[in-house]
Every structure is written in structure tokens, then in C-alpha cells.
Antibody, heavy 120, light 113 residues
Framework: EVQLLESGGGLVQPGESLRLSCAASGFSFTSYAMSWVRQAPGKGLEWVSSIRNSGDNTYYADSVKGRITISRDNSNNTLYLQMNTLRAEDTAVYYC?????????????WGKGTTVTVSS | DIVMTQSPDSLAVSQGERATISCKSSQSVLYSSDNKNYLTWYQQKPGQPPKLLIS???FRASGVPDRFSGSGSGTDFTLTISSLQAEDVAVYYCQQYYSIPQTFGQGTRVEIK
């Protein structure tokens, strides 16, 4: 069974950092791009970042560019999202999603999400 | 950036009736080299992550009931639920993957009348 399990969310103060992880299982992790999508409370879905299967190409939304870094460890089937200089507007549920191909396309599997709250 | 606009924002349909959601993109998401529309639909039920319904504008994902169908091309797309069931109450999102940044519609909430 394909599974994605996010972790690392929590309550942080503005300006602090957080690293999210997503443990993948049940599929050939090295064959697929991966993405992070977030959802602020009561709001819609917002694409945050994607990474190709090999990790050699990364993509970011303008709203997070320069503050967030996506990476992956293909030897441990894990996706990461390093979030720095967090702002109140970064408060959201962060979903890890498996892409349908080696490049970002559509997301065919989603994790349950991890909640990030940025507040003083 | 490609802007995705869904309509309506919400709709209430009687059980067994048809529900139709529109999604329009600010530019074409039809890729000429492969003649595919880079458009997908997701369903998100309360308290759950999104779930893939339709890819390439009209291809149902595995396990999705055939009452769900997607149509359209270029900039205008439609998700149709032919006979609304209670378990279809959810928010539905379209998303384009033609270009980065990938962008979602604002969502359409579907309820039972």
C-alpha cells in the first residue's frame, strides 16, 4: 500500500525555523517527483514546492522562495521541507504528495498532513 | 502564473441529481506537442486530505466511481457528478500542471439539498 507520513509540524514563533519530513513507502520512491501543498485554516489548496525524482530540479512558489528548501533522501525514501524565517501566513496544514511521474504533474497520493502554526 | 477560476463557489443539489462544476484557466493548458490537457480534479472531504479524481482533464483515477466525469479542453473544463450521493459531499478543486507554479482553483463546496 502506498503511504506518505508527514511529521515535524508544531507551534513556532515568527522568524523561527522548522523542518518537515515525509516518510514514503509502498512505491519506488526514486521514480517519482514529490511535492508539498499547504492549506491555511478554512482556505483552499496552495502548491508550495516540488522536486524531481532525482532531486536535481526543485521548484518553489513565489510566496516561499528564498525561505523554504525542498530536498529528498532517496536512500531513505524521505522528503523534507526546511522552512526558515517563518511568518504568520505560513500557518497551514502541510501535505506531502506523490507526483504521477518523475517530473511534477498531478498528485496521485497524499499524506494526511502535518500542522504548522506560526504565532507569538 | 495561470489563474484557475471555479464556479460556483458552492452548490446544493438533491441526492440523485446532477452536479456540475466549472473551471476556467487564464491561459490554455492544452500542450500542443502531446495534445493533452494538463488539468486535474481533486476531492477533499471534511477533515481529510485531497484525493485524486480526474487527471488529463477526463481520465478517472483508479477506484473513482463512474458517476464522476471530467470534460473540456484548452481553458474551459467541467467536473460532473451525474447522480449525487451523500458521500460526495466535499470541496472539489481543479489544478493545472501545465506550468510552474502549479495553481489550484479556489474550490467548490458541494452539499446535499
Amino acid at each position: 500500500e502506498v503511504q506518505l507520513l508527514e511529521s515535524g509540524g508544531g507551534l513556532v514563533q515568527p522568524g523561527e525555523s522548522l523542518r518537515l519530513s515525509c516518510a514514503a513507502s509502498g512505491f519506488s520512491f526514486t521514480s517519482y517527483a514529490m511535492s508539498w501543498v499547504r492549506q491555511a485554516p478554512g482556505k483552499g489548496l496552495e502548491w508550495v514546492s516540488s522536486i524531481r525524482n532525482s532531486g536535481d530540479n526543485t521548484y518553489y512558489a513565489d510566496s516561499v522562495k528564498g525561505r523554504i528548501t525542498i530536498s529528498r533522501d532517496n536512500s531513505n525514501n524521505t522528503l523534507y521541507l526546511q522552512m526558515n524565517t517563518l511568518r504568520a501566513e505560513d500557518t497551514a496544514v502541510y501535505y506531502c504528495a506523490k507526483e504521477s511521474s518523475a517530473s511534477p504533474r498531478y498528485k496521485d497520493v497524499w499524506g494526511k498532513g502535518t500542522t504548522v502554526t506560526v504565532s507569538s | 502564473d495561470i489563474v484557475m477560476t471555479q464556479s460556483p463557489d458552492s452548490l446544493a443539489v438533491s441526492q440523485g441529481e446532477r452536479a456540475t462544476i466549472s473551471c476556467k484557466s487564464s491561459q490554455s493548458v492544452l500542450y500542443s506537442s502531446d495534445n493533452k490537457n494538463y488539468l486535474t480534479w481533486y476531492q477533499q472531504k471534511p477533515g481529510q486530505p485531497p484525493k485524486l479524481l480526474i487527471s488529463w482533464a477526463s481520465f478517472r483515477a483508479s477506484g473513482v466511481p463512474d458517476r464522476f466525469s471530467g470534460s473540456g479542453s484548452g481553458t474551459d473544463f467541467t467536473l460532473t457528478i451525474s447522480s449525487l450521493q451523500a458521500e460526495d459531499v466535499a470541496v472539489y478543486y481543479c489544478q493545472q500542471y501545465y506550468s510552474i507554479p502549479q495553481t489550484f482553483g479556489q474550490g467548490t463546496r458541494v452539499e446535499i439539498k
